[in-house]
């Protein structure tokens, strides 16, 4: 069973509720974005509303667990997440939270309602507990490592496809232009000829909940952080699914390239993918 600190709140209790109140928050703000600007580059963007978000779910975190570490995107200088020594550090925190406060902050800026709070839990690396709250949908996904996934008390379950030909699978647009976006585009060009339809959402966490839930019959993209897939690799773990990275290794915190799927088509997904030479940066 998962070693818990002794708090006056369940590591689960105290996601779900920062999901929560942070995700309405996020919502209440639709349209009101104060502060808008961009990290490295013009694709990148960030608002008030992101580190708003943030700052919101860190003190909550530190309220009830003073001693955990924290890794959220809008606390790391853009690119600083990505380097071998700061995996190592992520891997070896005792108990570490990964959020990303937004996911999907394009949409929020435009008014496309596709995006979500994540949050995860890792001990040691390890991640045991994964919140994707979905406020335009009011949609809260939850995973707890070896105790399954659920969607308001349902449990979730991946899709049943065989064949990749017959599933609809989500990729991303990724923003860096130079080095990520051509190697993607690669790969969205190899399954848009082989699967029955492709979809881009703009929201790597809300894909993933999305494959959980049987909604996506799998997900791929290229140089993602660990706060856009730590949650959601948990869910689709828990809800019969598989991740890895894009050349078949299991997932961890530090996979940047992934590919998520019902399981049944995750060899036909890897070859594809192989073969189009878009296995990543
Ligand atoms: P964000 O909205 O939290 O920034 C869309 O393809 C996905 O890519 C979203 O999950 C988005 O997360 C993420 N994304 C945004 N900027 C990125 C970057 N510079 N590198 C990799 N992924 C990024
Ligand atoms: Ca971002
Ligand atoms: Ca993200
Ligand atoms: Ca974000």
Request: net charge negative.
């Amino acid at each position: 069973s998962i070693p818990y600190v002794v708090g006056s709140k369940s590591p689960m209790a105290v996601a779900i509720n920062c999901a929560a109140k942070a995700g309405e928050w996020i919502k209440s703000r639709l349209g009101m974005v104060k502060d808008l600007n961009t990290k490295f580059s013009p694709q990148d963007l960030v608002t008030d509303v992101d580190k708003g978000a943030e700052a919101m779910i860190r003190k909550l975190i530190h309220t009830h667990f003073p001693d955990h570490e924290i890794l959220g995107e809008e606390g790391v200088a853009p690119g600083a997440e990505a380097s071998a020594a700061a995996v190592t550090e992520a891997k070896s925190a005792e108990y570490l939270w990964i959020i990303d406060p937004i996911d999907g902050t394009t949409n929020f800026v435009q008014g496309f309602p596709f995006f979500c709070v994540s949050i995860a839990l890792a001990y040691k690396g390890d991640v045991i507990i994964g919140v994707i709250y979905d406020p335009t949908r009011d949609e809260m996904f939850v995973a707890e490592k070896g105790k399954g996934a659920y969607m308001h008390g349902n449990p979730t379950r991946v899709s049943q496809e065989s064949a990749l030909a017959d599933s609809v699978i989500a990729v991303g647009f990724n923003p860096d232009r130079k080095v990520a976006a051509p190697i993607n585009l690669k790969g969205i060009t190899a399954l848009s000829e082989q699967t029955r339809s492709l979809r881009a959402g703009g929201s790597a966490a809300l894909h993933l909940a999305y494959v959980a839930a049987g909604r996506l019959s799998g997900y791929y993209e290229v140089n993602l952080s660990a706060w856009d897939s730590a949650a959601g690799a948990l869910m689709v773990a828990e809800s019969g699914g598989i991740v890895t990275d894009t050349t078949g290794h299991p997932y961890d915190i530090g996979v940047r390239n992934l590919i998520a799927s019902n399981g049944k088509i995750q060899d036909q997904l890897l070859a594809a993918i192989k073969a189009a030479g878009a296995t990543g940066c």
